[in-house]
C-alpha cells in the first residue's frame, strides 16, 4: 500500500469536534485493488428492484457522492443511485468519439439551442462529472457569497462555507499542479502572464500522483484523479451505503409535502433501454442528477406545483478557445490537462486558462480544408490551446424535457453584454499568447483573419464587432436551474437545498447555485453539499 | 381533376427528383452497415475532400476508414442524434442544389468542386451552413485523428507518463509539489 501523510489503511479517523467514524482522506486500499467494489452491475439485476431506506440520493457525482458519504458515515442507511456504469482504468479509450459516447449522455452531441448553438456535455457514468473533467478545485471568492445572498436573502457566506471547502479539500488531495508535470503548454501561459504582469497559478485538482497524461477528459489511466467514483463512493460503500448502478430515477412521489418514494427503471448500459423497474421507499429524498436532469425528474414528478423556477434559469460559463503557434514542437498532448489558469480578471467575470481535449475536439479551430487542413494538424505539436471562460450574469436559459425522451431540451441566449465581455478575455489571451513567444494565433473566428502573425494583427480581437455566432463557444460549467432563494417565491430550494414545498426533498447539484461561482463549479458544489449532508444530519 | 400536361409535369418532376434525391448511388461499400449506400458514398467523398490522398499526411480519409468510422459513429448515437447526423449527411449532398457551385449532387462533383463546396459552407454567412460543416469535419477529424498512421505522422502521442517521473510523482502522492 502507498504511504500517505494520513491515517492509516482505512482512511479514517475523526478531528476534534467532527463526529467519530468520518473519514478525513480518500481511501487508497480497496478490495482486491477495485475501487468499485460493492457497486453493483446491470448484469446483477435479475428482477425489479424494491428497497427501502433512509435516504435515497440519486446521481454519483460531485454533488450526490458527498451527501451519500457523509450521510452514511453519520449512520444513515443510503442508497445511491446512477444512472450510468462505473468505468475502471482499463476501460478509458482516448479516441474522442467512442469516449464521448461511453461516458457522456447523447453520446457527447448535446448543445443548447437559441440565439446560437452551444455544445455542452453531461457526464453519464458513476463519478458524473468527476470522471471527465480536469479535476480543477477551486473556491469561489467571498464576494460570490456576498452577491448570492444579495440576490436570494440566503444567509450564505465565505466564514460558514470554509469548514466544507475545508473537508472536501483534505478529503481529495487537494493541491496546486506540481511542476513536474505542467509541461510546455501549461508553462507557456505562465510565462506569458508573468511578461505581462497578470498574476497566474498553478490549478489545484483532486488528484494523487498525477503524471501529465493530459487525458482526464477521457478518464485518467493512471487512476490519478480522485474522482468521486474512486473516492467518495467507495468510502460511503465502506460505511454502508447501498450503491447501484444502471438504474434511472424517473420520478419522485409526493404525499402532501412528503416524498415518499422514487421510481425509475434499471437501464442497460451504452443503450439506456429500460430492462426491470426500480421503487426506492426513504425518508429523505436527495436529486444531484446534475442541473440538466433534476428538472426533469422534477418536472415528471409534478413535485413541486406552481414552482415557476423550475428549470428556468439556466447559466453557463460560455468558453472560447485560441491556438498559440510556437516555432519549435512543445507536444501539447503532454501536461496536466489544464495545470495552470489566472484569476486576475476574475472580479470582471474573466477567467483565463490553458486548456486541453482531445486533439480532433479542439481542431475545429484550425482553419483550412483538405491539404491546407492536413497541414494545420501537422503543425498541431507547435500548438496550444488557451480559452477564456465567463460569469455570463447576462445570459439565460432552460431545462425542459424532451419531448419522448429522458433528455432534456436546452436553450440558452448568449446576451450581447456578455459577449462583449468573453471578446475582453480573448483580447488579453491573445496578448498572453504573443507575451509567451507565440509567432500566430488561430482565432477560430468567422469574418476575421483565420491566421493572425502579430500583436498588431490580433489587434482586431478587440476592434471587430463580435457576434455570439462568430464564434466557436462551448460551455462545460452548467447551474442555476433550480436555484435556491430564501423566499419560496424566488426559487426552488432554500440555503441547505431544501426543496420550498416540501419536508424532505433536497437538491444537491449545480442546480441550486443563485449565479456563476466565478470559477470552475465543482469545488463549490461538493462543499455545498457536504454542508447540505451535515444540515441533514443536525436535523435529524 | 388535373389537366393531362398538369400530371405530366408533375409526373417528370417527380422522377427527377426521385432520382436526384434516390438513385444512381453504388451499393453500400461495407456490408453490414447502418449507413445506406448513399450515405456511404456522401461520407467517403466528404472524407476525401477534408482528407485528399497525397496530401502532407499521406494517408486520405478513405483510406483512414471514416466510412466504416462514422458508420459506427452514428450507430452508436441515440437515435434523436443518429438521424440529426443522417439529415446533415443529406444537406451536404444536396447543398448545392441551392448554394451552387453547380445545380447537382455532392457526390456528383468533382474534387475540385466538393472542395469548393465545403470551402463556401465553412466561410458562409449562413451560421447553420457553417455549424453543418463544422459538424462534419469534426466528426471526420475524429476519426481520422485515431488511425495510428495519422498520429505517427502528427507526432502524437498517447503517453500515460509523458515525462518519465511517475515512480517518483507516487512516492510522494498527495498531488502536492
Not at chain 1, 487525458?215 to 474522482?227: D, L, P, Q, V
Not at chain 1, 498588431?456 to 433550480?482: C, P, Q, V, W, Y
Not at chain 2, 443529406?90 to 462533383?109: A, D
Request: glycine letters at 12%; a neutral charge.
Amino acid at each position: 500500500m502507498r504511504t500517505l501523510d494520513v491515517i492509516g489503511a482505512s482512511g479514517r479517523a475523526a478531528r476534534e469536534g467532527e463526529p467519530a467514524g468520518r473519514t478525513r482522506r480518500a481511501p487508497f486500499d480497496f478490495p482486491n485493488g477495485d475501487p468499485h467494489a460493492g457497486v453493483k452491475h446491470y448484469d446483477e439485476y435479475r428482477s425489479d428492484l424494491e428497497l427501502d431506506c433512509d435516504v435515497v440520493v440519486v446521481g454519483s457525482g460531485p454533488g450526490g457522492a458527498v451527501v451519500a458519504k457523509e450521510l452514511a458515515e453519520g449512520g444513515r442507511d443510503v442508497v445511491l443511485l446512477e444512472e450510468g456504469p462505473p468505468f475502471g482504468k482499463k476501460d478509458f479509450v482516448q479516441e474522442a468519439g467512442e469516449a464521448m459516447h461511453r461516458m457522456l449522455r447523447e453520446g457527447g452531441t448535446r448543445a443548447t439551442r437559441g440565439n446560437m448553438f452551444i455544445p455542452t456535455m453531461q457526464a453519464n457514468a458513476l463519478g458524473g462529472g468527476s470522471l471527465i473533467n480536469s479535476a480543477i478545485c477551486a473556491r469561489p471568492p467571498a464576494w460570490i457569497w456576498e452577491k448570492w445572498h444579495r440576490a436570494t436573502g440566503v444567509e450564505i457566506d465565505d466564514a460558514t462555507l470554509a469548514p466544507h471547502f475545508d473537508r472536501v479539500e483534505e478529503f481529495l488531495f487537494c493541491g496546486p499542479t506540481p511542476i513536474e508535470v505542467q509541461g510546455p503548454r501549461n508553462l507557456l501561459f505562465k510565462q506569458g502572464c508573468d511578461a505581462l504582469g497578470i498574476s497566474s497559478e498553478p490549478t489545484w485538482r483532486n488528484v494523487a500522483g498525477c503524471r501529465g497524461s493530459g487525458e482526464c477528459f477521457t478518464g485518467c489511466r493512471n487512476g490519478a484523479k480522485k474522482s468521486t467514483d474512486v473516492s467518495y463512493v467507495p468510502a460511503a460503500i465502506r460505511a454502508g451505503a447501498r450503491v447501484y448502478t444502471s438504474v434511472r430515477a424517473e420520478r419522485v412521489v409526493m404525499e402532501g409535502r412528503r416524498a415518499t418514494m422514487l421510481l425509475g427503471h434499471v437501464v442497460e448500459p451504452f443503450t439506456g433501454r429500460a430492462t426491470h423497474s426500480v421503487r426506492v421507499r426513504a425518508k429523505t429524498i436527495v436529486l444531484a442528477a446534475g442541473c440538466m436532469q433534476t428538472p426533469l425528474i422534477l418536472e415528471e414528478s409534478r413535485a413541486l406545483p406552481g414552482c415557476a423556477w423550475v428549470g428556468k434559469e439556466l447559466m453557463l460559463h460560455p468558453g472560447l478557445a485560441i491556438m498559440a503557434v510556437y516555432d519549435e514542437p512543445i507536444d501539447p498532448w503532454a501536461g496536466a490537462t489544464q495545470g495552470y489558469h489566472s484569476l486576475h480578471h476574475l472580479r470582471e467575470g474573466i477567467k483565463l486558462e490553458v486548456l486541453w481535449s482531445p486533439p480532433a475536439v479542439l481542431a475545429a479551430r484550425l482553419p483550412g480544408l483538405g491539404r491546407d487542413y492536413q497541414g494545420h494538424l501537422l503543425d498541431y505539436q507547435r500548438m496550444a490551446p488557451f480559452d477564456v471562460i465567463i460569469a455570463a450574469d447576462r445570459s439565460r436559459g432552460e431545462v425542459r424535457t424532451k419531448r419522448g425522451s429522458h433528455d432534456p431540451a436546452l436553450t440558452f441566449d448568449f446576451h450581447d453584454d456578455d459577449v462583449k465581455l468573453i471578446q475582453k478575455g480573448l483580447g488579453i489571451l491573445s496578448d498572453i499568447c504573443w507575451a509567451s513567444g507565440a509567432k500566430a494565433i488561430l482565432p477560430g473566428i468567422h469574418g476575421i483573419p483565420e491566421i493572425l502573425h502579430s500583436k498588431e494583427e490580433s489587434e482586431i480581437l478587440r476592434t471587430m464587432k463580435l457576434r455570439g455566432s462568430d464564434t466557436i463557444t462551448a460551455a462545460n460549467h452548467a447551474f442555476g436551474s433550480t436555484r435556491m432563494s430564501k423566499l419560496a417565491s424566488q426559487g426552488v430550494v432554500d440555503g441547505y437545498g431544501r426543496c420550498h414545498q416540501t419536508d424532505n426533498l433536497y437538491i444537491a447539484d449545480t442546480g441550486i447555485f443563485a449565479s456563476s461561482p466565478a470559477v470552475n463549479p465543482m469545488l463549490a458544489v461538493m462543499a455545498l453539499a457536504d454542508r447540505i449532508a451535515c444540515h441533514l444530519l443536525e436535523a435529524g | 381533376m388535373i389537366p393531362p400536361l398538369v400530371f405530366a409535369g408533375l409526373a417528370a418532376g417527380g422522377a427527377a427528383l426521385a432520382r436526384g434525391v434516390f438513385l444512381g448511388y453504388p451499393d453500400k461499400r461495407v456490408e453490414g452497415a447502418l449507413l445506406y449506400g448513399k450515405e456511404q458514398a456522401i461520407v467517403a467523398a466528404c472524407a476525401d475532400a477534408f482528407f485528399p490522398p497525397g496530401g502532407p499526411i499521406p494517408l486520405s480519409g478513405s483510406e483512414a476508414g471514416l466510412v466504416e468510422y462514422m458508420d459506427d459513429y452514428v450507430r452508436r448515437l441515440p437515435e434523436g442524434q443518429a438521424l440529426l447526423v443522417r439529415l446533415l449527411l443529406e444537406f451536404i449532398e444536396h447543398g448545392p442544389w441551392v448554394f451552387g457551385p453547380k445545380r447537382v449532387r455532392f457526390t456528383s462533383l468533382g474534387e475540385r468542386d466538393r472542395e469548393a463546396v465545403l470551402e463556401s459552407m465553412r466561410t458562409s454567412p449562413i451560421y447553420f451552413r457553417r455549424i453543418a460543416f463544422l459538424s462534419m469535419r469534426t466528426m471526420l477529424t475524429m476519426g481520422y485523428l485515431a488511425h495510428p498512421k495519422v498520429a505517427e505522422a502528427m507526432k502524437m502521442k498517447a503517453d500515460t507518463d509523458p515525462f518519465g517521473i511517475g515512480e517518483k510523482i507516487c512516492e510522494g502522492i498527495g498531488g502536492r509539489s
